[in-house]
């Protein structure tokens, strides 16, 4: 078909078959090039060949002279990746919002001792390289990695790698967060424990995107595996759950004597050892807990579950939701509640010891909303012009005493 | 030419599939083996921090949309479109011109013969419309065929096949050198 043609350069320029052709360097398994050459004549040859000495010439510059580093796409992928989490989680944050706004909107609290928590040996070099190892009595925030090494997370901490199992660490002083970029294969029992020491909190944006926001004086640990059957966690302390929805693997908060099983929801959990009970309240959603006994139990948004250590029954009853999640935006929200109630928590929150002359002092109640930003003397000029309760302060000792005149 | 395969097994396209499919490792090869093509491509129409933003929108849609996308017969025609019409979008308001050369051209500026040339070559280029000089970009820089060409631009086959043949002509009738210029430019 080409032989009763006769190109012109510039035809022959704008020829994908006879470019496809010189690219494959005059083979391309087809000879009709070759065979139509033959039938030039000399001019028509002579053309044929400038065509051919054109493009070659074109194929052989490279006018993308730019050349980016690896560790610029890396950057960029990177940032791909986590703005990628970023707006799922925009997506979700609209529930939260709604959450103040819902009546029905409610909440759980349990506590539990921490379970026992299964460590494997996975060696995972990465975190020697971004962060600083430490022994566990820090009072930084710390994290345990599968090969049981504890690393300090500092005020000034901001890395972030790709671990070679293809999972995204990112870790600040406010948060840590893994997500998936590639199919992580290898990686079935990966468990992380945080530490978080008092006046602290800490927020971890777990693989399967469910956030968990930790309270001061907190340890969490947490499988980071996408494919075991379920997603359990250990909580020793007091998180709020936003827990990412996939109904094949459920999401496990265990503890000795209580387990809350859900599948995608909003809830609270609290289990501070002065309670004596662990504590769930649920926000949206539902939830199911269940005690050794086999009793268990749903709980509605607005209900709290309580299971006291010393009692085998799950108490549910309604609750103030905003109250019970003030903490997570640094609130700390009480209504008439005696200051012995309070102190346990002030103390987490300021990681200071207090001390009372005169056990009247405890049973003083108090109504009021306590911000965490604000330092600890806020809340003590508080009680002195309210309640005539005086105070001195001597390095990580508050002394606390009534003023003789009222 | 830029088109290759990275290797006989694992085509741009089969890649494509397993992507669909949710397999972020094909994903992020993709991503690795196109990533510099796409910024040089932008960086015709915009400048560098512009096309960083751009190429990243650009692969944050696919990965949102992918449940939509179908599939594909040539994923760097396909990411290039897909780049061209974000920085349409981004930039909607203003004109913008696709650019064969200015900027993006590295010589010593001490070298005066290359950049005598590249002013010759440049007074060139700017004879021909900004379409002709995407055009033709596309093909003997990026090996866009002409199929291929009208599909990324959203042009009838024949409008790219008749815009081209008045580009090369303009080309060699302007310089019948145009090539040798160019080739002399950036060889060295």
């Known amino acids: 078909m080409l032989n009763n043609q006769n190109f012109k350069i510039d035809e022959l320029l704008n020829n994908d078959d006879f470019i496809l052709w010189i690219k494959s360097n005059e083979k391309n398994g087809n000879d009709n090039w070759q065979e139509y050459k033959k039938q030039l004549n000399a001019e028509g040859k002579a053309n044929f060949e400038k065509a051919i000495s054109i493009l070659k010439k074109v194929f052989a510059l490279h006018i993308d002279d730019t050349n980016l580093s690896a560790e610029f796409i890396q950057e960029q992928y990177i940032r791909l990746l986590e703005k990628s989490k970023k707006e799922k989680i925009a997506k979700k944050s609209k529930y939260v919002v709604f959450r103040n706004v819902l009546k029905y909107a409610a909440i759980f609290i349990l506590l539990f001792t921490l379970g026992n928590v299964v460590v494997n040996k996975l060696s995972k ?282 | 030419m830029s088109f290759k395969k990275t290797s006989n097994l694992d085509t741009q396209e089969d890649l494509w599939k397993l992507f669909l499919k949710g397999d972020m490792i094909a994903f992020r090869k993709i991503y690795n083996f196109h990533y510099q093509m796409m910024y040089n491509f932008g960086l015709r129409y915009i400048d560098s921090n512009e096309v960083t933003d751009c190429v990243h929108d650009t692969f944050l849609n696919i990965i949102h949309y992918k449940d939509s996308i179908s599939e594909i017969t040539n994923v760097k025609a396909y990411l290039f479109k897909s780049l061209r019409n974000q920085i349409y979008k981004v930039k909607k308001s203003k004109k913008i011109e696709f650019d064969l050369i200015d900027g993006t051209v590295a010589y010593q500026e001490d070298d005066t013969d290359k950049e005598k040339v590249l002013n010759e070559l440049k007074l060139l280029i700017e004879k021909l419309s900004p379409r002709e000089k995407e055009l033709i970009y596309l093909k003997y820089f990026q090996g866009f065929n002409n199929f291929e060409i009208s599909e990324l631009l959203d042009v009838k086959y024949q409008t790219v096949r008749n815009v081209l043949a008045g580009a090369i002509k303009k080309l060699r009738k302007l310089g019948s050198n145009f090539i040798e210029i160019l080739f002399f430019l950036l060889s060295k």
């Not at chain 1, 022994?135 to 005020?155: A, G, H, R, V």
């Not at chain 1, 947490?222 to 929805?245: C, I, P, Q, Y």
């Not at chain 1, 109904?247 to 099983?261: A, M, T, W």
């Open chain 1, 125 to 406: 070099k990465s975190f020697d390289k971004y962060l600083a190892t430490s022994d566990f009595n820090s009072s930084e925030i710390l994290i345990k990695t599968p090969s049981n090494k504890f690393y300090k997370i500092k005020d000034n901490t901001n890395s972030k790698w790709l671990m070679e199992n293809g999972i995204l660490v990112n870790v600040n002083s406010d948060k840590i967060s893994f997500v998936s970029t590639d199919n992580v294969s290898k990686a079935i029992e990966v468990d992380y424990t945080i530490y978080v020491p008092k006046s602290k909190n800490y927020h971890v944006s777990m693989i399967d995107g469910t956030e968990v926001e930790l309270n001061s004086d907190s340890e969490f640990t947490f499988n980071n595996s996408t494919l075991s059957k379920e997603r359990k966690v250990n909580l020793n302390g007091e998180a709020f759950f936003s827990v990412a929805h996939n109904k094949e693997r459920p999401f496990l908060v265990n503890s000795s004597d209580l387990e809350i099983k859900v599948l995608g929801t909003e809830f609270n959990v609290s289990n501070y050892k002065e309670n004596n009970f662990t504590s769930t309240t649920l926000v949206e959603g539902s939830i199911q807990v269940s005690n050794p006994q086999g009793e268990s139990k749903i709980i509605e948004p607005g209900n709290q579950a309580k299971l006291y250590h010393n009692q085998n029954k799950i108490i549910v009853e309604n609750t103030d939701v905003q109250n019970v999640v003030a903490w997570t935006s640094g609130v700390f929200i009480f209504r008439n509640e005696k200051l012995e109630k309070l102190i346990p928590r002030l103390n987490r929150w300021f990681n200071k010891e207090f001390e009372f002359e005169g056990e009247e002092l405890l049973d003083f109640k108090f109504t009021g909303t306590l911000k965490k930003e604000n330092d600890l003397n806020h809340f003590l000029q508080m009680l002195k012009y309210t309640k005539g309760i005086s105070y001195s302060i001597e390095g990580k000792k508050v002394k606390l005493t009534k003023d003789l005149e009222k």
